[in-house]
């Protein structure tokens, strides 16, 4: 794929990570001030709101998207700042490969733990 | 990428200590920085966030291991770093896009450049990414 197409894609996923990690951050670190999507008294990292929020499909379909976009905006990124390096056609098909395998290995890991976390939640009685 | 016929001689050292290198130069060098710290971070945290998948006893285990205050100083740097990089990505689509560099020229002496007119834009991102910052810094340390 040409890099202009790959660059473009990397630009659109810093819009997606800017949406929805800048919920994910206002929700998990400015809860004190935000108090967002009503957990009360209870921290974001308590088991209540982790599974309240495993159970809403908005999270699960978020999460999702969340982390294809961020593993696709840092793989690239990494990929850009290694390449800058010049190395060898060896070394850089090694890159590529290594960054796309790693990416993938790592989104199909975290979409089965954003899958499975509903169930899990039902199973422990959420 | 090509690189032919520009040898990146000075490689990563080239981030910082390259000759003098304006504002904007400085914060692409963080911006890369902090790029690769919220990669890693990410990481981490794809791994130890699955543990809820497990059930409530490995949950609070996994959170047991990242609690303590060195580990709430690191969240903040990671929200710090977002901050930043999210605010500065926002800058650099801005001019990607053509936005807030003035219109193109005819290059006549004395040349002007567009830095001179981008430079509000990167004080602007700099003075929010603060304020969002101390928001944090706020929510992180005073009021938990």
Redesign the interface.
Do not use: K, Y
């Given at each position: 794929m040409r890099?202009r197409t790959l660059w473009t894609w990397h630009?659109g996923a810093?819009?997606v990570?800017?949406v929805l990690?800048?919920l994910h951050?206002a929700i998990m670190?400015?809860?004190?001030?935000l108090g967002l999507f009503g957990t009360g008294d209870v921290e974001p990292?308590d088991?209540e709101s982790?599974v309240s929020r495993?159970q809403d499909l908005f999270f699960t379909v978020t999460y999702v998207l969340l982390?294809g976009a961020?593993?696709y905006h840092?793989?690239y990124?990494?990929r850009?700042?290694l390449?800058?390096?010049?190395p060898g056609p060896g070394l850089r098909r090694a890159i590529d490969v290594g960054l796309s395998v790693g990416g993938l290995a790592?989104f199909a890991?975290?979409t089965w733990?954003a899958l499975?976390?509903p169930g899990?939640?039902t199973?422990?009685g959420g | 990428?090509e690189?032919r016929g520009h040898?990146?001689r000075l490689?990563?050292l080239g981030w910082i200590a390259g000759g003098r290198w304006g504002f904007e130069r400085y914060l692409y060098a963080l911006h890369?920085v902090t790029?690769?710290g919220?990669?890693a971070y990410?990481?981490l945290h794809?791994f130890v966030?699955?543990a809820?998948?497990?059930?409530?006893e490995s949950?609070?285990q996994a959170?047991d291991v990242v609690s303590g205050p060195l580990f709430r100083a690191g969240?903040y740097l990671v929200?710090a770093a977002?901050a930043f990089h999210?605010l500065n990505?926002?800058r650099l689509?801005i001019l990607?896009l053509g936005f807030g560099v003035g219109r193109p020229i005819d290059p006549v002496y004395p040349y002007a450049t567009s830095v001179g007119r981008q430079r509000p834009l990167a004080l602007a991102v700099m003075v929010l990414a603060g304020i969002v910052a101390l928001?944090?810094g706020?929510?992180?340390f005073v009021?938990?």
């Open positions: 890099d630009v810093g819009l990570i800017l990690l800048g951050m670190h400015l809860d004190a001030t990292v088991w982790v495993m982390l961020a593993l840092g793989g990124g990494l850009n700042i390449l800058e390096l010049n790592l890991f975290g733990a499975a976390a899990a939640a199973a422990a | 990428m690189t040898p990146n490689g990563i890369r790029g690769l919220l990669l990410f990481v794809i966030s699955s809820r998948v497990l059930g409530p949950w609070q959170m969240e929200f977002f999210a990505g926002v689509a990607e928001w944090g706020l929510d992180f009021l938990q």
